[in-house]
């Protein structure tokens, strides 16, 4: 499914809005009108009274905000149960098109917000209705994640413990290794949480399975993509992954000055670190990739921007496998 297919057009009156973890601060473009609600149900109620003094029709309306992770999940919800359209945009995004902007405060973000939704209403679309597979996976895998991190930081803190002396019978060794050994068994139950997700659906059970059948990709980036592309619904083709991901070259020249083609800093950073674990893997189990690496570094190229070639080739290789619905094989390479 195409991203146009996916999501459709914004209805014509524009709200901004400016999300914190306590509150919501609301802003109507066309009829500038603001209103500070609570961001719990509660709040949300004091809204539908809001829009409804402002005699704002809910279809009529789309809600235009920040992405901010948990802080919208519960609003999200509410705004799609009631059914207001809405459209989540990235930070950077908003302020970069302001220029210059003097003065900040909720009031005034969801302000800038509102103006920007209204700008670029021909551009922006709503948000669909979430996948509730897809939305516990996101959940589940961004505890396994935390877990993770929690864990590798308490191994850093063995090492340094390791390395001043202390013997693995002391007392802070044990506490930190029986915490270690927690963390182990925490993400052990987080993983089988997302398998038993994984195969209550066919498509994301389908989509992994032909994922996973591609050299460099593993049960942990196989679930991350199909959780940042919505189960290969949010983005149209690779080339747009790649961009998301970090991983897309773009051209770096001014006038008659022409350099080399730089990816952009701007990326899914998680994303970023799975697809170079996977192009380093890929790199020594699959044949023709390595051939490939081998032969463009002898050659005097950079490893890092081989790399990078790498790890574009493994997205063009994820979308190719799912639009085919055949798992990828080996020097069969139509589309990747």
Known sequence: MSKNKAMQN?????????????????????????????????????MIQWMRQQNINTCEAAVIMEHTGLYSFCFEG??????????????LEIKNSQGIARGKSDKIDAKRI?????????????????????????????TRQRLVKQKAALLNVITEYQNIGLAAKDPIMRCHTTMVHHFEKEIEKMEKQIDAVVATSASIK??????????????????????????????????????????????????????????????????????????????????????YYLRRTAMGKSKMSTINIVR????????????????????????A
């Open 312 to 335: 574009n080739k493994i997205i063009y290789r994820m979308f190719a496998v799912v639009k085919r619905r055949t798992p990828f094989v080996e020097n069969y390479l139509q589309t």
């Open 114 to 142: 509102a103006e920007y939704g209204f700008k670029n209403t021909d551009k922006l679309r709503m948000e669909p209705q979430p996948c509730k597979e897809l939305q516990r996976l996101q959940l589940l895998q961004a």
């Open 10 to 46: 914004l209805p014509p009156l524009i709200i901004g809005a400016d999300l914190s973890k306590a509150t919501i601060d609301l802003f109507s473009h066309q009829l500038h009108s603001h209103t500070s609600i609570k961001n719990h149900p509660e709040g949300f109620k004091q």
């Open 206 to 291: 389908q989509n992994q399975c032909l994922l996973q059948s591609i050299k460099g990709v593993g049960r942990v980036l196989s679930i991350q993509t199909i959780i940042k592309t919505k189960n290969f619904t949010r983005f149209e083709n690779a080339r747009q992954f790649a961009s998301f991901c970090g991983t897309a070259p773009f051209e770096n020249s001014s006038g008659t000055i022409k350099r080399k083609t730089k990816v952009s800093h701007l990326a899914d950073k998680t994303m970023k670190t799975l697809l170079d674990l996977a192009a380093k893997s890929a790199i020594q189990y699959d044949k023709e990739l390595r051939d």
């Open 78 to 91: 509410f705004l799609h149960q009631s059914g207001i359209a809405f459209c989540k945009v990235p930070a």
